[in-house]
């Protein structure tokens, strides 16, 4: 069991630049999340997935957009980079254990937009 | 404006000693809280979990107590080891999680030999 892992695991871009983060998931669970940390911050959530096919914005969507065609794979996507996007990514997944949802995260990509 | 705060940026505690992280939250819809630990370069990793209903999880040498009247919650690590220094994140969710965690911004343990 590889967990969650995710693609790339740095990267350089520069402004108006386009690229896809790939996270994928091999325990089968249900419910994926992108989040987003920056220096002295917590995690904050892009977006989710509480399904295949489905996605819902999180608290801070915007430049971002996602995509769940498979269950085991969410992608997060940042079609023109701006430097306020320079962060570490995280992806997550989880399923429901009596109605409670533990993340299990990967270990992240570091993105540098220039 | 912050919902989950956690506002000790760093703390020292020394090896066998106890070490007590804190939290406090402002949404009173809130019915799930979790710890995380996080080491460097590394994405975090699940520690312990309580739900609203309970005021007390334990597991192995971690506690979390909740306090729902004063909208706080608070990790207890008994014995402190080295491999405990890591940043700890406090986390929260409404339904159980399923939408998503919000988190404070971490505190820094250092156990000193």
């Known amino acids: 069991n590889a967990g969650v892992t995710q693609t790339p695991k740095f990267r350089v871009l520069k402004t108006g630049q386009s690229m896809t983060l790939l996270c994928a998931q091999d325990?089968?669970?249900?419910?994926m999340y992108w989040y987003r940390q920056d220096p002295g911050m917590g995690l904050r959530l892009i977006h989710y997935?509480?399904?295949?096919?489905?996605?819902a914005k999180g608290e801070v969507p915007d430049g971002y957009n996602v995509s769940r065609l498979k269950k085991q794979n969410f992608l997060l996507g940042l079609e023109s980079a701006a430097p306020s996007q320079t962060s570490v990514y995280f992806c997550?997944?989880?399923?429901?254990?009596?109605?409670?949802?533990?993340?299990?995260f990967g270990p992240g990509t570091r993105l540098t937009v220039t | 404006d912050q919902q989950v705060k956690q506002n000790s940026p760093s703390l020292s505690v020394q090896e066998g000693r106890i070490s007590i992280l804190n939290c406090d939250y402002t949404?009173?819809?809130?019915?799930?809280f979790l710890w995380y630990k996080k080491y460097p370069a590394e994405g975090p990793t699940f520690l312990i979990s309580?739900?609203?209903?309970?005021d007390k999880n334990e597991d192995g040498r971690f506690t979390v107590f909740l306090n729902k009247s004063a909208k706080h919650l608070s990790l207890h690590i008994v014995p402190s080891q080295p491999g405990d220094s890591a940043v700890y994140f406090c986390?929260?969710?409404?339904?159980?999680?399923?939408?998503?965690?919000?988190f404070g911004k971490g505190t820094h343990l250092i156990i000193q030999p």
């Open positions: 997550a997944s989880s399923y429901s254990t009596g109605g409670s949802y533990e993340q299990y």
């Open positions: 325990m089968n669970h249900e419910y």
């Open positions: 997935s509480v399904g295949e096919g489905t996605t």
């Open positions: 949404n009173s819809m809130f019915d799930y």
């Open positions: 309580i739900s609203s209903i309970k």
């Open positions: 986390a929260a969710s409404e339904r159980g999680g399923a939408d998503g965690l919000t």
